[in-house]
């Protein structure tokens, strides 16, 4: 009886405390200034799998909370709520190295001058530490565009009916990153993923965050609308397969023509065209494809008239370029160091022109449609589509319609690796960071199902 009556009051103090935490709950729980939603399962292109399903598909506010395991957030118009909160994680992906009571968080001033309060910055999660690729509660989470591209076009791609394309495709995610959409709460998340899906094993938020200020919301969209009122797009890769291919005339047909890192076109106009309205690159790739790809004739980036430039931040090299581009001086550290990154773009640089994809887009296409089996080995972390995959699906969310032309094919054994190789023996190289027999698949499924007209040579 004595013990009964010593434990009765902690009970009921614990019982009533609970009580007050879920009547209370609305207003203690944390804001966030974006919208970011959550679906309720993953969808890949080619072999659906399961997610685990702790949102609500039909509101736009979640809450934050332990129990859940899932980094959610609440709606702009909550934002009376002020209180920060430290989050659970629940990770799937086995971990080496780390003690269970290993800090993960240190306090950081809020981004938000309106609101006094202070941010937790997570300490950065290390890559080698994880022997596979860690499956996050939130891993399928993504801000979506609040303004996004509506189309006109009756054949556009986003009217398809094949219901495993309409159910992985997300017609507003947001694709471009730029200064409204970094703050601490923000990069907690995005530190869960690593480049360039995320944050993970960067050191330095500050350093991040001012050159991200630097990136200006685009105030156009990528692509105006054509006269037709469908935006027609050929997706130019270096595939072999073009070689001798007599394209050219057809790719320069179209209203827009992507390319992406050795974009070679001169003494090849016959089979790939000239123009280029969309450059797809990293800060290693319009650095390195001048040099790799000298004896072709390639000099420089393409710097058509009116061009835009979109750049994948592959990892610190690419914001230290960023940083050098838009404020117009010498990259400070680095293996770009000194170097002048607005040269590279031949007088044809203008911040309004200028993109930069955001890493939820990235992790999107390759969670939705070129998730490898790569993922669980371990090299995980070296794994991404390559570039011409980024530019094809960033195609996908800008046109209406749209041919891919020099991606890898099943066939691509008849063929050189790239089309301006001299000699016709070289082949592909299947490199570790690539998955390009899953690109193989994808691409066919994308043509056989009408989503795109890819150019096979058949």
């Known amino acids: 009886m004595n013990m009964t009556r010593l434990v009765s009051p902690y009970t009921l103090l614990i019982a009533v405390c609970l009580l007050l935490y879920v009547l209370l709950y609305e207003y203690i729980s944390e804001p966030s200034i974006w919208f970011i939603s959550k679906e309720r399962t993953w969808s890949m292109w080619l072999e659906p799998f399961d997610s ?64 006094e309060q202070r941010e937790t910055l997570m300490f950065p999660l290390k890559k080698d530490n994880l022997n596979q690729y860690p499956n996050w509660d939130f891993e399928d989470v993504y801000i979506r565009d609040k303004l996004p591209r509506n189309t006109i076009c009756p054949q556009s791609l986003v009217h398809s009916e094949d219901q495993s394309f309409k159910k992985a495709f997300i017609p507003d995610i947001q694709l471009y990153l730029h200064r409204k959409l970094l703050n601490v709460k923000e990069w907690n998340r995005l530190a869960h993923f690593n480049n360039p899906f995320g ?108 061009i835009k430039y979109v750049l994948i931040p592959e990892g610190n090299r690419d914001f230290r ?44 296409i390759r969670n939705r449609f070129l998730r490898s089996k790569a993922l669980k080995a371990s090299l995980w972390s070296i794994f991404r589509p390559t570039n011409g995959a980024f530019t094809l699906f960033l195609a996908l969310h800008t046109c209406d319609e749209v041919d891919a032309y020099g991606f ?39 043509n056989d199902t009408k989503i795109i007209r890819l150019y096979q040579r058949i």
């Open 199 to 306: 944050f993970m094993g960067y050191t330095n938020y500050t350093e991040i965050k001012e050159v991200v200020d630097l990136i200006p919301e685009p105030k156009e969209p990528l692509l105006s609308l054509g006269k037709r009122g469908c935006i027609r797009c050929a997706v130019v890769a270096t595939g072999g397969i073009l070689n001798g291919s007599r394209m050219g005339k057809e790719i320069d047909s179209h209203d827009y023509v992507f390319r992406m890192n050795g974009a070679v076109t001169k003494g090849y106009e016959e089979d790939v065209g000239n123009r280029t309205s969309v450059y797809v690159h990293s800060a290693h790739a319009i650095v390195q494809s001048p040099l790799i790809f000298q004896k072709c004739g390639y000099k420089e980036a393409p710097h058509d008239e009116g």
């Open 321 to 364: 370029w960023l940083q050098g581009l838009f404020g117009k001086k010498p990259v400070v550290k680095g293996e770009y160091k000194n170097k002048l990154p607005w040269l590279y773009y031949s007088g044809q640089f203008d911040k309004k022109r200028f993109y930069v994809l955001h890493p939820d887009f990235l992790r999107y």
């Open 408 to 446: 890898i094919t099943e066939n691509h054994h008849k063929y050189p690796n790239y089309y301006f190789d001299k000699q016709s023996d070289t082949k592909v190289i299947f490199y570790a960071n690539h998955d390009y027999s899953l690109e193989i698949k994808t691409w066919k499924k994308l």
């Open 52 to 115: 685990p399903s702790n949102v609500d598909l039909n509101t736009n506010t979640t809450k934050t909370t332990a129990g859940e395991n899932y980094t959610a957030i609440t709606s702009k118009d909550k934002s009376k709520s002020m209180t920060p909160q430290q989050i659970t994680l629940k990770i799937t992906g086995k971990q080496n190295n780390r003690t269970s009571d290993q800090p993960r968080f240190r306090t950081y001033p809020t981004d938000q001058p309106s609101v």
